[in-house]
């Protein structure tokens, strides 16, 4: 959002200078917006100021703006244009971003405007709508800068002259074989500073960070955080050049991911928010109670459980009533240690340090985690009990149950996920 100035102030704006119709001036305000801070205004207006904003925006804009916006915004936006004008924005627009667009609509929509493209984007599109939208071929572009690797730094630059345009980045110049395979990649700087008639092969860089069409789009990232790419080229099984993935579309997926992994944490699922913003309270109760029921009828089956083990000591309760003072603690100890297992399992599966390599490794170590602070705090609990009651059995007791229960709930908390 512009510095200064909140999402409130600038939506009272804008529907001031569209209800007054002072349209040059609010062609000047927009101008001077970033195109998402626009995109979020838009989705935010009544739906006839929506098409009063956008047709103000210039053709660049405009084009920036559609590739931020919802789907349910820019669906209502494009049906308010006629043909030409969708044809030249569908030009304008970010490959990666038309296509998460697309994969939101049915089949005929999709073929409606797919058709509006020309022949060399139509078929990029359709090759980017085939793969899985959680795969590296799902979220890469095809607007990306590529020279063979037998031309000279001229006429590379000279390429780069005519293609950049179209471009999502040129920071990365991809060198390609005759087969069109990747054999090598140069940044924009080393591209410059070598002299004309040097061959690209001379000084292209051979080591090479890629990612195959199929892998998964957190393992992307993964790799893109390593190496502290701006982008990543996107392959096929012969080595071939198919797109690429800039940094912005892994900053969305790590957002992406990490929100997965906290809902998980939460015990629910990121389908509950989808009907968030919906008017319809029943369908936001329905969404909510569908995503957190499985996980609590878990937790409600454990409880059961737990139960049915103290209905087997009720003598014992009865004689040693006391033992009643621990019960809640013993229950808060053993779920915050089972929490703090399942989140480091959850959170290290997210990020990678653990697989289906390390498997049994984790497991063993918070088993052995669970078992040494199950120790120490059966110890403190022990002497506590002691002096506080004077009875060191019953001590004892508790000792030996905080132990076992907080093994217990560290193995399952980190079994289960």
Not at 287 to 310: D, H
Request: aromatic share 6%; charged share 30%; glycine share 6%.
């Amino acid at each position: 959002m512009s510095e200064g100035i909140n999402k409130s102030d600038l939506l009272n704006e804008i529907n001031a200078l569209v209800e007054s119709d002072k349209i040059i001036e609010l062609n000047e305000y927009m101008q001077e917006l970033h195109p998402r801070d626009i995109a979020e205004i838009l989705i935010e207006l009544e739906d006839l100021k929506k098409t009063k904003v956008f047709e103000v925006l210039s053709w660049d804009l405009a084009g920036k703006v559609l590739d931020e916006l919802d789907f349910e915004t820019f669906s209502y936006i494009f049906e308010k244009i006629d043909i030409e004008q969708k044809k030249r924005l569908l030009d304008l627009m970010s490959q990666d971003d038309m296509v998460d667009l697309l994969s939101e609509m049915k089949e005929k929509e999709q073929l409606e405007i797919i058709n509006l493209l020309d022949e060399d984007d139509k078929e990029d599109i359709k090759e980017l709508l085939v793969y899985d939208e959680d795969t590296a071929g799902g979220i890469m572009t095809t607007d990306y800068i590529s020279v063979k690797d037998n031309v000279s730094v001229y006429q590379a630059i000279e390429e780069l002259r005519e293609n950049a345009p179209e471009a999502e980045t040129i920071y990365y110049v991809y060198v390609l074989d005759k087969n069109d395979k990747l054999v090598g990649v140069l940044s924009l700087r080393e591209l410059i500073v070598s002299k004309p008639n040097v061959l690209i092969e001379d000084i292209m860089s051979e080591s090479l960070i890629t990612a195959s069409v199929s892998d998964d789009q957190e393992e992307v990232a993964r790799k893109v955080s390593k190496y502290d790419l701006l982008a990543i080229p996107v392959v096929d099984s012969q080595e071939r050049l198919r797109g690429i993935i800039t940094v912005d579309d892994i900053i969305d997926v790590i957002e992406e991911e990490a929100t997965e992994d906290i809902y998980k944490f939460a015990g629910t699922s990121e389908s509950e928010t989808e009907y968030l913003e919906e008017d319809d309270v029943l369908l936001r109760i329905k969404s909510s109670v569908k995503a957190r029921l499985p996980w609590l009828i878990v937790t409600l089956f454990g409880g059961l459980l737990s139960a049915n083990i103290l209905r087997n000591y009720e003598g014992t309760l009865a004689q040693l009533p006391t033992i009643a003072f621990f019960m809640p603690m013993l229950t808060g100890m053993g779920g915050n240690v089972g929490t703090q297992s399942s989140t480091l399992t959850v959170r290290g599966f997210a990020t990678g340090h653990v697989d289906s390599k390390n498997t049994l490794k984790t497991i063993f170590q918070e088993m052995s985690v669970g078992a040494t602070v199950g120790i120490i705090c059966s110890v403190i609990i022990c002497l506590v009990s002691f002096i506080w009651l004077k009875d060191f059995k019953l001590g004892a007791v508790v000792g030996v149950a905080m132990a076992a229960n907080m093994f217990t709930a560290a193995s399952v908390g980190t079994i289960v996920p």
